[in-house]
């Protein structure tokens, strides 16, 4: 442990998560062997830093995103990353890569191995030399059918004690849902009547966090992903951690305490991680994550991805511009995760507080025109409500009321993704999104899973093939948004906390300003988000500015001439 300042702040994280519960014997214990933990990782690692700027970007995929029958496919994936991606991205989100039982991984069965049909962790170490590698920590649950439950049902370590058991008595009257099964599974185990909490499904068992065996667990995952290559860590479901008798059971505090802990952690070891939060939630909750930064690194800008989709839909800037100005400008070390695309789908819980219902209902309608699928929660009174919207962002943005043939689908596309890659934070690009990969039907006909129509897994050489024919649909929307990703990396106005502000210019316009941090650069990001040209006034200085992404841009009767869907990078540096 390098500081007793350090270990102070372990101390507090500990009482304020256990106090109630545990002896005070019982939290020293605890509390020494994370000091150990510490020290004995100090000892075999030398200081290592990491370097977060203008040129961070992420790239999210599977495992198995890419596939071919004669090699393992995360092997493959470096392979194809070396040759296509890596001028683009330098850090990579592997989604779950451990066995799994169910949910493409996010049902853990083993914590401590690869899937062997996925690679070994050579593969994630030989990959992790040249980049950043971010892995999911699937903290909030485990498999029904993994070694921990196994050993839960026999009273045995590793397991005993592991899964949280709740009587007739907890009060589960106010618990907010994020999915509409049933919630609670009747056992009858150790002679005694309980009942197994599953926030997510059947087959995933939420942890016993009240049990600090299983906080000390996941601490010595962390340690054990980190000498493996992995050093940004994604918080999995998080804000469900913790749950108490009569209250919503989600972002309690000993879940914002169980953060600071990790945080604290992290921060005293000497190769320098990243913690994610992975929060779908209204936007006041979501940001909470940040806590007093002191607790994640960077979370998720949930709430980007329907506000984006809505404004190119419907042709209208006024609710991402209104959330845009009060969005808060984050601290040094803290970061937005900004994406449009996940392996999920579109969240619609952000949406709440900034969407009437009306507002809602029109958007979700236009999204079912457009092919997509609908994941619900429940909600009191046995009623439901959207969780999410299932669809790839091709389909959300190819056909809109005002453009019902979808003749400007490529251009909407590449603009939602230049907001996203210039906005203040770090990009995050799903790895179908790079080629405009539409739903999978055929997937979703086979499985029945509305989330599987964003799964596409590709052939090695089928992708290969069609990279390098330049007039195909994949090559070109590959074009685009690597072209972009090129731009971002070589602007220091683009730097994850370069200041943003706000411009309105009327709603059928979004625009913002960033400035470098050394203030010697400023970039005016402009986009029509309408399929009609545009005229935006624009301060007479930036009419000599250099466009980043296009051609020199024009000036009539003293306006800024705005094609449909155009976006403008507007630098005074080249």
């Known amino acids: 442990m390098s500081t007793q300042k350090g270990q102070n702040k372990i101390r507090s994280k500990l009482d304020n998560i256990y106090k109630i519960s545990l002896s005070k014997k019982d939290i020293d214990k605890f509390e020494d062997e994370i000091i150990q933990i510490i020290k004995n990782f100090n000892k075999k690692n030398p200081k290592k830093k990491k370097n977060i700027s203008e040129k961070t970007s992420l ?34 989100h592997f989604l779950p890569f451990y066995p799994s039982s169910s949910d493409s991984g996010f049902s853990v069965k083993d914590h401590y191995k690869i899937d062997n049909k996925l690679g070994s962790w050579s593969d994630i170490k030989k990959i992790s030399k040249s980049n950043d590698i971010m892995a999911d920590i699937v903290i909030n649950h485990a498999s029904a059918r993994g070694l921990w439950f196994r050993n839960f049902l026999k009273n045995k370590k590793p397991g005993r004690n592991y899964f949280l058991t709740i009587d007739s008595k907890f009060n589960t009257s106010k618990v907010i849902r994020p999915r509409d099964h049933k919630l609670l599974k009747k056992i009858n185990i150790f002679n005694k009547k309980e009942y197994l909490w599953r926030t997510f499904s059947a087959d995933q068992l939420d942890l016993n966090f009240k049990n600090p065996s299983v906080l000390l667990r996941f601490i010595k995952i962390m340690i054990y992903l980190i000498n493996h290559g992995v050093t940004v860590f994604r918080l999995d479901a998080i804000a469900y951690l913790w749950k108490e008798s009569g209250t919503k059971c989600i972002n309690l505090k000993q879940t914002h305490q169980i953060i600071k802990l990790l945080r604290t952690i992290c921060s005293s070891l000497n190769v320098e991680t990243i913690i994610i939060t992975e929060t779908n939630l209204p936007e006041k909750e979501n940001l909470s994550y940040f806590g007093k930064n002191d607790e994640a690194n960077w979370i998720y800008n949930f709430s980007l991805p329907p506000l984006l989709i ?61 092919g997509s699928k609908f994941s619900y929660r429940k909600v009191k009174n046995k009623l439901k409500k959207v969780y999410e919207a299932n669809i790839t962002v091709f389909d959300a943005l190819k056909k809109s009321d005002y453009d019902s043939k979808g003749k400007f689908f490529l251009e909407r596309y590449v603009s939602a993704h230049s907001i996203m890659i210039s906005f203040e934070g770090i990009p995050a690009v799903y790895f179908n999104s790079l080629f405009g990969k539409s739903n999978d039907e055929a997937k979703y006909i086979i499985t029945g899973n509305n989330r599987d129509v964003n799964r596409y897994k590709w052939n090695y050489k089928n992708i290969s093939k069609k990279l390098d024919n330049k007039n195909s649909k994949q090559s070109i929307f590959f074009q685009k948004i690597s072209n972009l990703l090129n731009v971002r990396r ?53 009419h000599n500015w250099n466009n980043l992404i296009g051609s020199k841009i024009e000036i009539k009767n003293k306006l800024l001439i705005l094609k449909p869907f155009e976006t403008i990078w507007l630098s005074n540096k080249r």
Not at 78 to 91: A, G, P, S, V, W
Not at 319 to 342: D, E, R
Not at 349 to 354: L, N
Request: aromatic share 12%.
């Open 490 to 542: 070589k602007q220091k106005a683009f730097h994850p906390n370069a200041s943003r502000h706000n411009i309105n210019l009327g709603s059928k316009i979004f625009s913002f300003k960033r400035i470098s941090i050394n203030k010697e650069q400023t970039i005016i990001c402009i986009t029509n988000l309408s399929s009609k040209t545009q005229g935006a006034h624009i301060n007479k200085i930036y």
């Open 310 to 370: 809505h404004a190119f839909l419907f042709e209208n800037s006024s609710y991402l511009n209104q959330w845009s100005k009060k969005l808060p400008v984050t601290k040094n070390g803290n970061s937005y995760l900004n994406f449009i695309s996940s392996h999920d789908g579109i969240g619609i819980r952000p949406t709440e507080g900034i969407f009437n219902q009306k507002i809602l209902s029109s958007f979700l309608k236009r999204l079912k025109k457009n």
């Open 59 to 92: 790239i999210i995929c599977y495992g198995d995103s890419i596939y071919s029958n004669k090699k393992n496919s995360i092997s493959l994936f470096k392979t194809f990353f070396q040759k296509k991606l890596k001028k683009y991205f330098n850090m990579i």
